[in-house]
């Protein structure tokens, strides 16, 4: 069992669509963080969001924090093709630090 | 600009041997990571440093060991090197305590044939 599940886990769209990505736990976490990896890299911290129903925007991608710290989503909004590679939300709800299970996006031009 | 590199990017060994894989960062940070990353499995922690000479298993450390004589450097070795590691592995590095905001490096492909 995965501490921080992610869905859907494979997401195929066209260029210009809007989508929603999910990090839920039943652990509540002091903060999450998002990364993106893309193919033949490693992740790339986007963004830590740290009080419950909080909400960052990084250009055309919405993070939000769940209100009782046990959750995350990233909407992005008119998606390109260099957003294409592997989201992964990540946080520790005790001494140890967990990433989650992952969810890869491809947009297709 | 925040870097972390890692030895290689690719590497072939034959079961049996020892693999050292090497990581480096410029940041001066204590924290030091390895894990690996197979598809369906996530990332999995293997080994984390938070000062020099200190280490401490972390999800699966069976089959490597680790080494951090420096503050920059971070090496994962596989004491004798069998199909099941191969896998792509990553560093990284990270100036908060418990693992927060943590720095990548490229990754290393291993392949154990």
């Known amino acids: 069992t995965q501490l921080l599940e992610q869905s859907p886990q494979f997401l195929s769209i066209q260029e210009g669509e809007n989508l929603t990505v999910y990090c839920n736990s039943s652990?509540?976490?002091?903060?999450l963080q998002w990364y993106r990896q893309e193919p033949g890299e490693g992740p790339v911290l986007l963004v830590t969001v740290v009080t419950g129903g909080e909400v960052k925007k990084l250009k055309r991608l919405t993070f939000q924090f769940g209100d009782a710290r046990k959750d995350s989503s990233l909407h992005i909004t008119a998606a390109q093709p260099g957003d294409t590679g592997l989201y992964l939300c990540a946080g520790a709800p005790g001494n140890q630090f967990y990433f989650g299970t992952g969810t890869s996006l491809t947009v297709i031009p | 600009d925040v870097k972390v590199t890692q030895s290689s990017r690719y590497l072939v060994k034959r079961t049996g041997e020892k693999v050292f894989l090497e990581c480096v960062q410029d940041?001066?940070?204590?924290?030091m990571f390895w894990y690996r990353q197979d598809p369906g499995l996530g990332l999995r922690l293997i080994y984390f440093s938070y000062d020099v000479k200190m280490k401490e298993k972390g999800d699966i450390p069976e089959g490597y060991s680790v080494s951090r004589e420096k503050k920059e450097r971070f090496s994962l070795i596989l004491e004798s090197a069998s199909t099941n590691q191969t896998s792509m592995y990553l560093c990284?590095?990270?100036?908060?305590?418990?693992?927060?905001?943590?720095?990548f490096g490229p990754g290393t492909r291993l392949t154990v044939t």
């Open positions: 652990s509540v976490f002091s903060s």
């Open positions: 940041m001066d940070h204590e924290n």
């Open positions: 990284a590095s990270s100036l908060l305590a418990g693992g927060y905001e943590q720095y």
